[in-house]
């Protein structure tokens, strides 16, 4: 590309409002959207969500795949077991920081031809374990 072309912006910030206690939101619209604007780009795009209790993911965003997901979450790791973070801070989220943990804050996409590679049935998913409601930052970001 020529270097008196401007590019287009490489970074772009979604917000998402979620429920907490493992709410699962579907952002892949939002990053076939932002895909689309490289017209036939290839390259990688990372999702970052900041926050200690939030993570990136995939699944088959379906009622079923999503309930088996939070019921396992219920399983391996709990909200109603002591946990340190409670018992220094107060805020009854520690249950929250460690799902995070588990899953983390950012996945990476390849993107071909502009569209991002996922399977037939994949969808990103923003994972809010906190215990409350959240307004959300979700960052883009298009590498070539």
């Known amino acids: 590309m020529p270097y008196n072309v401007p590019m287009p912006n490489r ?3 979604i917000e998402i409002s979620t429920e907490g206690f493992a709410d699962v939101a579907d ?3 939002q990053i076939v959207g932002f895909s689309r604007e ?3 780009a290839d390259g990688q795009l990372l999702v970052f969500v900041p926050g200690a209790t939030a993570a990136v993911t995939t699944i088959e965003y379906e009622p079923g795949a999503v309930e088996d997901l939070k019921a396992s979450l ?3 790791l709990p909200e109603d077991i002591p946990y340190a973070h409670d018992a220094r801070w107060g805020d009854g989220n520690g249950f929250a920081h460690v799902r995070a943990a588990w899953f983390g804050p950012s ?3 390849p993107v071909a031809g502009g569209k991002p590679l996922l399977g037939a049935w994949q969808q990103v998913v923003v994972l809010d374990f906190d215990n409350r409601p959240r307004r959300r930052k979700v960052i883009l ?3 070539s």
């Open 38 to 40: 490289w017209k036939g």
């Open 11 to 13: 970074i772009r910030e």
């Open 141 to 143: 970001q298009f590498s």
């Open 74 to 76: 219920r399983r391996l």
């Open 107 to 109: 996945l990476a996409i």
């Open 27 to 29: 952002i892949t619209p």
